[in-house]
């Protein structure tokens, strides 16, 4: 995913604000999804089918456990504002859509989406996003305290779990195939790794 960046001289640092008036002004392309990073904003390219068909086997497990909990899961396109200094939502200078998110604070969704570190982010691997998610996206997650981040490779079959320790990323354990991911944030929560690639 490339930045586009809005004037010549590329200083342009775009914000929340700015991501709710994008179509108004001619930029972006209205009916193309964005996001921004630090003030940066990229173009999401449209899904495969094999990452749609991913995607909603992980999202139906996690909302047919979450059924009736405190924890909520939202699926793309969810946007989820992520301040970095307590700054108000129109000063907010990445605004992500992760194709999977688990909130267990109620105070941090609302009718925009959600504000701040969910407890889990998945991210499922396209080839346009690789950079994106196992770069840009895990050091975004990190910084502003995401519990758990899951990246989730169709092509090898497996999913990467980084564990956050309220200031980094310190471990990553790999589910492939024949295992079952498991989580500390959803007690009984069980997810049979080679079901959710068929």
């Known amino acids: 995913m490339m930045p586009l960046l809005k004037n010549t001289n590329n200083h ?3 914000t929340y604000k700015d991501y709710l008036d994008f179509p108004k002004d001619g930029f972006p392309k209205v009916g193309v999804h964005y996001e921004i990073i630090h003030g940066t904003p990229y173009m999401m390219a449209a899904p495969s089918r094999r990452h ?3 995607l909603g086997n992980i999202f139906n497990e996690l909302k047919n456990f979450l059924k009736g909990k405190q924890c909520k899961t939202f699926i ?3 946007d989820v504002r992520l301040p970095i200094f307590n700054e108000e939502d129109d000063d907010i200078s ?22 701040g570190a ?3 982010a998945v991210e499922v691997l396209s080839p346009s996003s690789i950079n994106m998610d196992r770069v840009r996206k895990l050091k975004l997650y990190e910084l502003v305290g995401v519990k758990e981040y899951w990246i989730v490779d169709g092509e090898e079959h497996v999913i990467e779990v980084y564990k956050h320790n309220g200031k980094q990323f310190y471990d990553c354990l790999y589910f492939g195939e024949a295992r079952t991911l498991t989580t500390s944030i959803l007690e009984g929560f069980e997810l049979k790794v080679s079901e959710i690639f068929v």
């Open 12 to 14: 342009h640092y775009y």
């Open 52 to 54: 749609q068909n991913i």
């Open 76 to 78: 793309s396109p969810f």
């Open 94 to 115: 990445s605004v992500v859509q992760p194709d999977i998110v688990v909130y267990c604070d109620p105070d941090k969704h609302d009718e925009k989406g959600g504000k």
């Open 118 to 120: 969910p407890d889990i």
